[in-house]
């Protein structure tokens, strides 16, 4: 039986099933290079992207309602496309949440990214990642910050 998948990158996926007695293969067409962490880091960085630009139509419509360009926040909020809730809590002085979580955090984003691309370079040695490995890991970048 063959299945086939279109995910909204128009990458197409052939999965071969064989019976319950053995692996379930994924075969890919030729011309199809790409793993799927690839498929993950490039939906992410296009999530990051449309979240930076929401970011940005923010603040733009808050500094137009600060200096008097716009009469009120719901025309603000329809010119800029943002939610006429959030742009008036962001202008009652509200953190956004990613800044507010942020905080709470021990490790800093580039030390995450270092810790992931250890553990991801241990897996691809052979070597099964452990979580007490990660987290001498974590500790040792956190002590390394000082």
């Known amino acids: 039986m063959k299945i086939r998948l279109r995910s909204s990158q128009q990458m197409t996926l052939t999965l071969t099933c064989f019976t319950t007695h053995s692996r379930t293969p994924v075969t890919r067409a030729p011309h199809q290079n790409q793993d799927a962490s690839s498929i993950k880091s490039t939906m992410a960085s296009t999530h990051n992207v449309q979240k930076l630009q929401k970011v940005g139509r ?21 010119l800029y496309d943002v939610p006429e809730s959030t742009l008036r809590d962001r202008i009652k002085g509200s953190i956004p ?28 040695r052979g070597f099964p990642p452990q979580i007490i490995d990660a987290r001498r890991m974590a500790d040792t970048l956190l002590a390394a910050r000082g």
């Open 58 to 78: 923010l603040a733009l419509s808050k500094k137009f309602i600060q200096n008097k360009q716009v009469s009120s926040v719901y025309k603000a909020a329809n």
């Open 97 to 124: 949440i990613a800044q507010s979580n942020a905080k709470k955090r021990k490790l800093q984003p580039s030390e995450e990214q270092a810790l992931v691309q250890w553990i991801l370079d241990l897996d691809r």
